[in-house]
């Protein structure tokens, strides 16, 4: 980390303020009443949350403690017993939410299915059923691998209906991704689809799930449920294949939810880290249902008539936050989209709000992007007057895209929520308030109450007015990840010990650089470790290294991100050659190839340059601030005397652009 400097050139003085109808309209109306509740909850944080967690959830039986927090280890409401999905479903099925919509999808081909409340519990109620019948029991880890279909929500929540830990993966990651999860996980189940839907192709996912599982490379999975979404061939394994829709016929309806301790695991979430392979990033069940339910109902000001639409996939945190649990949880409607815009049909986005009147839009900061290079006439062409609010989420968004969101999709009338969090928060930490907190193109704002967020050296000293440092959290939240999944060890060194107060306070390091302005506003400046964000997606460097070494041609890789107008970054690769093979145009193509086999498609190179040598220094260390400069096509600058061999830099720039 002490290759980074962190430094910010943005200058942005645009301010909005809350129309004053929506803020009289809002859950938080005022600066003044956000401020009040940041108060109060930093006065006293536990009071704060056990409030909360006594009005807005259903509890088979109160805790004995709000928080046992053994640094960097906390337990939230402790002794207390509920089930999410219990709070997600049955608690409205005795109000007149019973027949709302509780899911609105539309599919990529244009077939749609609503879904109230009482059809997903009961849904629900018999999909736990099926995966009892197979032998799945409370504790046990069942892998989600699945296109954004109904039957994923209603995977996850049947998980959740009998205790039964899920870890999804994203459809875009590859069999050797899965396998590496699969057994790290130690999963008992796979749940998947014969394919999915996307940009007018069908993915093949049984196969990947057949090839993670072949030459018994996943022991641990005994069963798969395959959902029938493309009805292409797939092979079927007797006793280890059965259909969704076969065994849902032949269970009852009636499942109680298991009563889960507070701290029972909820699921695991594979993320990368700076270091070696993903990491589980584990979620408990009383802090993150507490935690995705509020900040969903101050932050998307969810109103029962509200439509809400998230665009996540559901193999991210943002599709389990706010697709699923946060909005269900308070008994919204929720719009999953199986499709993402394609040459074929570039206004789908548009099309979706129409049909279904979105009211609330949360997006990414690489659609707004891809959004502005296709031309307003597309969304012109829509009407989107049933929003009311924007969001977005993933990474910093460049004040001239939030200035295009506001003005061609939110009509200058919609606030926007920059919502910086991140798959370890369990939900969002720093965002403005729709109805309180004015807000200013390319910030997150503020810290939402009862997050204590600062900006600090790496002393752990507080930095002054918009002074670059590392952005930190002082207090545990009920939403923070408890662990790494069966590694205590790498979750403490992960995220507590980059920052050393000399008070030996712990404090959580989320990876970001940032500074904070002197209204308090925090501006995310991205990522200081070796990981980088393509499309909003977060791929660690080293993965994507392992993966191209793991190719018999390549001697080293060293992987960085170069900026990319639409996606944010994009990843550019320095291959070394083993003595016997020689640069060519194929190899480039094959080298890609292999890194979509080992990884999935999300992780293809852009760039792919072969070098003799790799510039480090002398003990050895990759110095990849050197790289990236080569990458964006930069100057070299700073401090290179500590380069072992100061030619290989020169020889780079020279052979910089020859095989793309
Ligand atoms: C980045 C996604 C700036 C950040 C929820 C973080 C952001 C990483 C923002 C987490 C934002 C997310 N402004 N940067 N509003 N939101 N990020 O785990 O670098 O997929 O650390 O969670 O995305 O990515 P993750």
Request: with cysteine; net charge negative.
């Amino acid at each position: 980390m002490s290759d980074v400097k962190i430094e910010s050139i943005l200058h942005e003085n645009r301010k909005f303020n809350p129309g004053a109808n929506f803020a009289e309209n809002a859950h938080i109306k005022s600066l003044a009443e956000y401020e009040a509740l940041y108060a109060q909850a930093e006065a006293d944080p536990l009071k704060f949350w056990a409030d909360l967690a006594e009005k807005e959830l259903h509890w088979f039986k109160k805790w004995d403690q709000v928080l046992d927090w053994q640094p960097p280890f906390a337990q939230w409401f402790v002794g207390g017993k509920l089930n999410i999905s219990y709070n997600c479903l049955d608690r409205h099925l005795t109000t007149w939410r019973r027949n709302k919509a509780a899911i609105i999808w539309e599919g990529e081909p244009g077939d749609s299915r609503i879904i109230t409340y009482d059809q997903l519990h009961r849904e629900v109620c018999q999909f736990a059923n099926v995966l009892k019948h197979l032998g799945i029991q409370k504790g046990d880890r069942v892998a989600i691998y699945m296109p954004m279909i109904p039957e994923a929500a209603i995977a996850m929540l049947a998980c959740a209906r009998i205790g039964a830990p899920h870890s999804v993966v994203f459809g875009g990651f590859s069999a050797e991704a899965l396998k590496d999860r699969f057994n790290d996980a130690q999963a008992k189940a796979v749940i998947t689809a014969d394919g999915g839907f996307r940009k007018d192709k069908v993915i093949a996912l049984k196969e990947q799930v057949d090839l993670a599982l072949a030459d018994n490379a996943s022991p641990t999975v005994e069963k798969v449920l395959v959902v029938e979404r493309t009805k292409e061939p797939i092979t079927m394994v007797e006793g280890r294949d059965f259909w969704w829709h076969e065994l849902q016929k032949q269970v009852s309806a009636d499942c109680q939810a298991e009563e889960m301790d507070s701290e029972d695991m909820l699921f695991i979430l594979y993320t990368s880290g700076s270091t070696g392979r993903p990491k589980g990033v584990v979620h408990t069940t009383g802090g993150y249902n507490l935690y995705t339910h509020i900040t969903s109902k101050w932050i998307f000001d969810l109103k029962d008539t509200d439509v809400f639409w998230c665009t996540a996939d559901i193999g991210w945190i943002t599709g389990h936050s706010y697709i699923v649990y946060g909005p269900l949880s308070n008994g919204a409607t929720t719009v999953m989209y199986e499709g993402v815009p394609r040459p074929s049909n570039l206004g789908c986005f548009w099309d979706v709000i129409e049909k279904y009147r979105v009211n609330i839009f949360y997006t990414a900061p690489t659609a707004i992007r891809s959004f502005i290079k296709m031309g307003e006439e597309i969304p012109n062409s829509r009407n989107l007057s049933s929003l009311r609010l924007l969001g977005t989420v993933g990474e910093p968004i460049n004040p001239e895209a939030w200035m295009w969101y506001h003005r061609v999709i939110g009509g200058e009338r919609c606030p926007i929520v920059d919502t910086w969090w991140q798959t370890e928060t369990g939900g969002v930490m720093i965002t403005p308030l729709p109805g309180a907190i004015p807000t200013k193109p390319g910030s997150a704002t503020r810290p939402f109450p009862g997050i204590i967020a600062d900006i600090v050296d790496l002393d752990g000293s507080p930095l002054a007015v918009n002074e670059g440092g590392y952005l930190v959290i002082k207090h545990p939240w009920p939403g923070m990840m408890r662990t790494v999944y069966n590694d205590p060890e790498r979750f403490r060194h992960s995220y507590w010990e980059h920052i050393h107060p000399i008070d030996g306070h712990y404090l959580y390091f989320a990876g970001d650089g940032s500074r904070k302005d002197e209204d308090g506003y925090f501006w995310v400046m991205g990522r200081v470790d070796d990981v980088i964000s393509v499309a909003g997606h977060r791929l660690g460097t080293m993965e994507i290294e392992s993966a191209l070494v793991s190719h018999p041609a390549v001697a080293e890789a060293a992987v960085v991100g170069c900026p990319d107008e639409i996606k944010g970054e994009e990843i550019y690769a320095f291959v070394t050659l083993e003595g016997d093979y020689a640069a060519s145009d194929s190899l480039v193509s094959e080298l890609k190839d292999h890194v979509v086999e080992e990884i999935g498609i999300i992780a293809r190179p852009k760039v792919i340059q072969f070098t003799d040598a790799l510039p480090k220094t002398r003990s050895g260390k990759i110095m990849r601030r050197h790289l990236r400069n080569i990458a964006a096509g930069k100057e070299i600058t700073g401090d290179i005397s500590t380069l072992e061999d100061m030619t290989v830099l020169d020889k780079l720039r020279g052979q910089e652009a020859k095989h793309h």
